[in-house]
């Protein structure tokens, strides 16, 4: 049977917005979709609403009858303090606000590995350490966080935050054979936050089967979490495309990469837990 809830994606025009639009289609028909620009190609069973998240009184409008979001909208990699604190923390707190006043039950925030991404890649780490973020983009992201707490605790609203390591066909390099989720398992984990009954504030690992996984997501297997992709099935590729790659003496210890080592000034072994 149609899932008649009435689900708004935001983000639906961006990168990962438009790699899972189509099987969020398949299982939720009638998803309203949101974005400053309309993706191309909108499907018949799809609406679109135009939504600056900076802007309060647009947030509400595409939030308004809606019983679920799915928050993917924001800036998606580091950047200048005022963007990210416009589209990630402004931008994140209009969303939570207009969902609460909304009377939305339930919201998938779209965290990141970079909020726990000063986390040295030998530590292998589980939903409930304190945050390390790498960069003002992994701040956001634990704020956002923070955010779904206290809706959560405050309202009643549950809130799933996927700590999302990087989605795509295939992982990229060698550090994302360790974070990387294909499109079929993030949608599995945005099913178990809009259907799951024992939700009220849960963060869960946005990563595959990964052999070589940093961190504990049995939290997400307890909720029904049995992804398909495996990263060692892309070995060769991400070897061949880390070759092409020079050393990042800071990076390449930690878990977040070269969000790590951008504006890196400290001494190695003072970073870090
Ligand atoms: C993220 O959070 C970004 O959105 C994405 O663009 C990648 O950089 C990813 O993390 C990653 O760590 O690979």
Redesign the pocket.
Known sequence: MADARKILFTGAAG??GTMIRPLLAKLYPGLVLSDRVEPKDLLPTETFVAADLTKPDEVAAAVKGVDSVIHLGGF??EGPWDTILQSNIIGCYNMFEAARAAGVKRLIFAS???AI?FYPRKRRIGPNVTVRPDSR?GVS?AFGEALGALYSDKHGMAVTCLR???VGPRP?DV??LS?WISPEDIVQLIRIGLEHPDIRFEILYGASDNATSWWDNSRATELGYRPTGKSEDHRAHAEAEQAKIGPDPVGDLFQ??T?CSAEFTNDVKRAGP
């Open positions: 990168g990962i998606s990699v990141s590995n970079h991404g983009y992201k999302i390591g990087n990229l550090r994302r974070i977040g990469g969000f």
